[in-house]
């Protein structure tokens, strides 16, 4: 069900008639493009919630959800609620190109010219942590009592998604492009939005707990979250953004994008056509430590961690048709049914080994550490981020079977410590 629809059309309006105007700097058109075509996107991507789920009581659509937590701020482009899941979704308008380089840094091409943006993948799950601890600290409003005295809790059991729709007719190249298998065509994302779930309705978690202890909300506190939510909103309307724009021209300066620059070779070189490997997490505390299993249901992923059970839900990038598990050996792959496209499926130690020859560039973490440090017991502090790190062993490359400290932030730090054997 749609429970908040934008009305998009009145500020496209407005900034086109900003834009057809003779009262803008340069920069002042390329800014006032940039939110055109953002609001051109938000209305793509809000469409096709629309189509597929206008009918479905199962899911809550929320389109420019806005809230404040205790001086952050979570603005959700779009929130698709279900009992078990919220799926975040961060609309991107790419009249040309948005491009991710090895380290993950994004960026925009428009005529050649590279403007460096934010990562939509980390803005989306910044905005999950608030509205998270937002919704946390006033859950006595929707959830309800266990035994009638404590409060429950939702958070562990509200497995997040998170997706970055794209315009229809965008291109998404550079060498990090395989890193980020959530970028999708806008028209994509419902289709996997609704085979995510499909899993979860088909029993896949029923391995290991009752359907019961796995709900986030009940009916009752699905309902009451809605209304939560929909009463805390804070979102203006769009139009506001472009009469905010308009009232404050006189005073902006026209000045240059901030870092922009003329594109690079690589950042224009198109991406291969091979499949973008993921890289998964446990739906329940996000850990990597995952190794497959396989049950009554068919394959699943098993957490190390917390032992929880994490589906293995993917789509074909080129057909959209979901894709199986196959396995050969000790290897897994995924395997589309319809065109054959394969890519190798990889969780727990063999996702995260790297193989670095002198034809590739060095992981961005290990060329960016000052120093080389050498471990020693107990665990070594992680060089670049100072958490903690892990022992683990290399499975490729020439340090194949040899151990070494590795972050236990990994992916999002690749600091690495070699240990005391290895610098004797």
């Known amino acids: 069900m749609l429970y908040k629809e934008i009305d998009y059309t009145a500020a496209i309006q407005q900034w086109q008639t900003l834009l057809d105007g003779n009262s803008l700097s340069v920069s002042q058109k390329q800014q006032a493009r940039y939110c055109l075509a ?37 603005q959700v482009d779009h929130l698709v609620l279900t009992r078990w899941t919220a799926y975040f979704i961060e609309s991107k308008s790419v009249s040309q190109v948005i491009t991710v380089n090895e380290h993950g840094e994004w960026g925009r ?61 965008g291109q998404i190249q550079g060498r990090g492009r395989r890193k980020f298998p959530q970028v999708m065509k806008a028209d994509q994302i419902p289709h996997a939005i609704l085979a995510h779930h499909e899993a979860l309705n088909n029993g896949v978690f029923s391995l290991s707990a009752k359907d019961e202890d796995l709900e986030a909300f009940s009916k009752k506190e699905f ?30 300066a026209d000045l240059p994008a901030q870092g922009e620059r003329e594109a690079s070779e690589a950042e224009m070189a198109e991406s291969d056509d091979q499949p973008v490997e993921r890289q998964f997490a446990c739906r329940k505390c996000e850990s990597t430590n995952l190794s497959v299993a396989h049950g009554p249901y068919g394959y699943y992923l098993k957490c190390g961690g917390c032992g929880g059970n994490t589906p293995i839900v993917e789509l074909c990038q080129k ?33 995260e080994k790297t193989t670095v020859t002198p034809d590739s560039p060095m992981p961005r973490a290990a060329a960016a550490a000052p120093t080389k440090p050498t471990a020693t ?43 005391a054997s290895d610098n004797k």
């Not at 601890?133 to 009592?145: A, L």
């Not at 209304?227 to 769009?238: M, T, Y």
């Not at 199986?324 to 054959?340: E, F, I, M, Q, R």
């Open 223 to 252: 309902a009451a979250v809605i209304q939560f939510l929909l009463k805390r909103d804070v979102a203006p309307a769009p139009i506001a953004e472009v009469r905010r724009f308009a009232a404050e021209l006189p005073q902006q």
């Open 38 to 74: 953002g609001l051109q996107a938000e209305k793509d991507m809000a469409y096709h919630l629309k189509v597929f789920f206008a009918d479905r009581d199962s899911f809550a659509v929320f389109n420019n959800l806005k809230v404040e937590h205790k001086g952050l701020t979570a």
């Open 377 to 419: 017991a107990p665990s070594p502090v992680c060089p670049l981020c100072g958490s903690t790190m892990t022992l683990r062993t290399a499975r490729h490359g020439k340090n194949a079977g040899g151990r070494f400290w590795g972050c236990d932030k990994y992916p999002n730090c690749k600091g690495i410590v070699p240990t």
């Open 109 to 169: 091409i428009h005529n050649r010219r590279f403007t460096p943006i934010e990562s939509p993948v980390e803005q989306s799950r910044r905005h999950k942590e608030t509205l998270y601890n937002f919704m946390t600290e006033h859950r006595s409003e929707f959830m309800g009592k266990l035994l009638g005295l404590m409060t429950k809790h939702f958070a562990r059991l509200l497995t997040p998604m998170h997706y970055v729709a794209v315009s229809t007719h």
């Open 319 to 351: 057909c959209t048709e979901k894709l199986k598990v196959s396995k050969s050996g000790d290897a897994y792959s995924l395997v589309c049914p319809k065109c054959n496209q394969t890519s190798p499926l990889r969780v727990g130690a063999a996702a």
